[in-house]
């Protein structure tokens, strides 16, 4: 197994990404790549000797000031300026997971040879991504269309000695940062500010952060539902194959398989039923949780291809001998791929809240709010209003933000896509989904107590066996939210094999 991740602009998946990101893998340029950087880079120094007229963002203004010509001697300042100018990001800071992403996928954006930029500033991408430094970026102020113009600019801002950094575990200006390891100050040549701040990294980088955490919520969708079918004492009839055959859709196919082979050799599934059928939450999970999936599906198609795209602005084509100005930058496909995709996991959590709601009310030989002594005992009454709380808020989240726009620039940038507004909101209900399904969890175990002594699944009961021991049985109330703390925690710290997650 390798731990070096070669840079070679061969396309990246989500695999690949996660065995980056979960094995700690360091990063290095191919000689290719090495190749394609400085023959781009040298191309556009001839062409600005050359060539007199406006070549946009590289020797005129931007934006709205498109048409002002910029002097040869001022055209590294331009560039300095143009990166000072845009770090006007807000809000709270970015998670550094999520940095790390951007980090990745712009040297990435970097390494196909049509952006123009130097091989030392791409190298010392690169050893921001090995040493983990990590700048800091803010999650308020782009608007998606020219590029993620605040975040990408305070990503760039300590190549050049500015902005903050999270090193050595500890926040750092920028020109500190550079002197603990010993490195110079990046010189930006014409268009390398353009090229850092032009591209959409940040709203990719929160897709890929939500599709890989997205993957893993569905799986234990799947899983926990599983639970709460046996806890409730459901049936299995709605899992056959044939069911799934006639209307074959991949994700409902997918779905049903799983839950079948959860059940696998379980005592309570084959326990004869006094029901012939169960209520939605549970007769329809491979239609619901299917629908989820192929909706990740569609999503991972998207942001795969943008990670694996020049997104930046103008773009070079040796070949070609051609500098075309465009709007590559523009994120309305993340837009509405990251709308989808908040829509579709929202639901996950939906139907994950119902399902906790039959648990504890009483049912089929089930005690109400699962505690021996209800009444004296308010037992998991309150979780369900939380998790009902969450899903409240995940329906005002999930308002889409790619039917939005406002003009910008002067009305030179007139149509914008707001894809990282909906990064940002997506990522709160990717986060409510995983709260939603740990408060299942803890009702769906304590449920399958009362089903004693008849048994889940193998599968199934080691891994009630293991959240035993860090989530008790619970007898008499308690301080309930030290349980739903501890039951996210296990969601989080269960490791799933990218096998699992991407079949």
Not at 179 to 189: N, R, T
Not at 327 to 335: D, R, V
Not at 402 to 423: F, K, L, R, T, W
Request: net charge negative; glycine share 6%; proline share 4%.
């Amino acid at each position: 197994m390798s731990f070096v991740h070669e840079i070679d602009s061969t396309p990246l998946d989500l695999k690949d990404v996660h065995a980056i990101l979960y094995q700690n893998k360091k990063l290095s340029l191919s000689h290719s790549v090495i190749q394609k950087i400085e023959k781009c880079r040298s191309y556009l120094d001839r062409k600005i000797d050359k060539v007199s007229k406006p070549l946009y963002g590289i020797n005129t203004g931007f934006g709205a000031l498109h048409n002002i010509k910029i002097k040869g001697e001022n055209l590294q300042k331009l560039q300095e300026n143009l990166v000072m100018s845009h770090a006007c990001g807000t809000g709270e800071e970015v998670p550094s997971t999520i940095v790390k992403l951007m980090l990745l996928f712009k040297i990435q954006s970097l390494s196909f040879g049509h952006s123009g930029v130097q091989l030392a500033t791409v190298s010392r991408l690169v050893d921001f991504y090995n040493n983990d430094v990590f700048p800091i970026v803010y999650t308020q102020g782009s608007l998606g269309a020219s590029g993620d113009l605040a975040p990408l600019a305070h990503l760039a801002l300590p190549l050049i000695g500015l902005g903050e950094v999270y090193a050595h575990g500890k926040r750092m200006s920028g020109d500190q940062a550079l002197k603990e390891y010993g490195w110079q100050s990046i010189s930006l040549q014409s268009k390398e500010g353009l090229a850092l701040l032009n591209g959409t990294q940040f709203m990719s980088a929160y897709g890929v952060h939500m599709l890989l955490k997205a993957y893993k919520l569905s799986y234990l969708a799947d899983l926990i539902g599983t639970l709460s079918l046996e806890a409730y004492d459901g049936n299995d009839s709605p899992f056959d194959a044939l069911i799934h055959l006639v209307r074959p859709h991949n994700g409902q196919i997918k779905t049903a398989e799983r839950i079948r082979d959860f059940l696998k050799d379980s005592e309570l599934i084959v326990k004869p039923k006094a029901h012939v059928q169960d209520p939605y939450s549970f007769r329809c999970m491979p239609q619901v949780h299917g629908a989820t999936k192929d909706t990740l599906a569609y999503v991972a198609k998207v942001i795969l291809t943008e990670i694996n795209s020049v997104t930046d602005n103008p773009n070079i084509f040796i070949e070609d001998d051609k500098i075309l100005s465009g709007g590559n930058f523009h994120g309305q496909p993340l837009a509405l791929a990251l709308d989808f995709l908040g829509i579709a996991v929202a639901e996950l959590g939906s139907i994950s809240e119902r399902r906790t709601y039959q648990l504890i009310s009483g049912l089929r030989g089930l005690p109400p709010f699962l505690v021996k002594n209800p009444g004296l005992n308010s037992g998991f009454m309150i979780p369900q209003y939380t998790a009902a709380s969450i899903i409240s808020q995940n329906k005002q989240l999930a308002t889409p933000a790619s039917v939005d726009s406002i003009v910008s620039s002067n009305g030179q940038e007139d149509h914008v896509s707001m894809g990282a507004n909906a990064a940002t909101k997506t990522k709160r209900i990717i986060d409510n989904v995983e709260t939603i399904l740990a408060i299942e969890l803890m009702n769906a175990s304590q449920a399958l107590y009362f089903r004693n002594p008849l048994k889940t699944s193998p599968f199934l009961q080691s891994l009630i066996d293991i959240y035993r021991k860090e989530i008790p049985f619970i007898e008499d109330d308690k301080v309930m939210h030290d349980d739903i703390e501890k039951s996210i925690l296990f969601i989080q710290n269960l490791f799933i094999e990218s096998e699992e997650l991407f079949a």
